[in-house]
T-cell receptor, first 112, second 112 residues
Framework: GENVEQHPSTLSVQEGDSAVIKCTYS??????FPWYKQELGKRPQLIID?????GEKKDQRIAVTLNKTAKHFSLHITETQPEDSAVYFCAASGAGSYQLTFGKGTKLSVIP | DAGVIQSPRHEVTEMGQEVTLRCKPISGHDYLFWYRQTMMRGLELLIY????????DSGMPEDRFSAKMPNASFSTLKIQPSEPRDSAVYFCASSLAGGGYTFGSGTRLTVV
């Protein structure tokens, strides 16, 4: 089955700096890659996603890139703000399967 | 739409008791997933349904766990008998085929 590795497990940045979180996946047939943000005590919420026919997608301060050859994808957050502090999860699902396999999460702390 | 609705939000029970967690997916979503979240293991898929039919229950830890989806608007996850190691946050999520998940608020289960 699919295996998703996520790095780093913790990340601290100064407010206004950029943050990058990276994930690798094992199943070359995977074709859907969402990112979720989970604030303390709350549910994971979808913030951005990308499909395998697209190399990059951007939504305001958030962008995701996908390298199918290397089987890795990354989340980029620019101009970080304290409210960006949360745990971020990457996930992947394979062709014909709609179940998501999640990475272990990255705890992002934005220091004011 | 009110989103994915889970109940109860918190459950404290004694070891050996039966626990039933409930989920109402978003109307029109044809996929329903049950996940368990712990610090050690992250988000683990337990079981998922498509059009009320269980598709993959390989993540269900053991026979003490069972799940049902009697109709498109209701699912239950039952643990009988419960054990302290079952303590976790249990999330239900729903989606359309190939789309991102919408998670419920979760049930925090504590077995003492």
């Amino acid at each position: 089955g699919e295996n998703v590795e996520q790095h780093p497990s913790t990340l601290s940045v100064q407010e206004g700096d950029s943050a990058v979180i990276k994930c690798t996946y094992s199943d070359s047939a995977s074709n859907y890659f969402p990112w979720y943000k989970q604030e303390l005590g709350k549910r994971p919420q979808l913030i951005i996603d990308i499909r395998s026919n697209v190399g990059e997608k951007k939504d305001q301060r958030i962008a995701v890139t996908l390298n199918k050859t290397a089987k890795h994808f990354s989340l980029h957050i620019t101009e970080t703000q304290p409210e960006d502090s949360a745990v971020y999860f990457c996930a992947a699902s394979g062709a014909g399967s709609y179940q998501l396999t999640f990475g272990k999460g990255t705890k992002l702390s934005v220091i004011p | 739409d009110a989103g994915v609705i889970q109940s109860p939000r918190h459950e404290v029970t004694e070891m050996g008791q039966e626990v039933t967690l409930r989920c109402k997916p978003i109307s029109g979503h044809d996929y329903l997933f049950w996940y368990r979240q712990t610090m050690m293991r992250g988000l683990e898929l337990l079981i998922y349904f498509n059009n009320n039919v269980p598709i993959d229950d390989s993540g269900m830890p053991e026979d003490r766990f069972s799940a049902k989806m009697p109709n498109a608007s209701f699912s239950t996850l039952k643990i009988q008998p419960s054990e302290p190691r079952d303590s976790a946050v249990y999330f239900c999520a729903s989606s359309l085929a190939g789309g991102g998940y919408t998670f419920g608020s979760g049930t925090r289960l504590t077995v003492v």
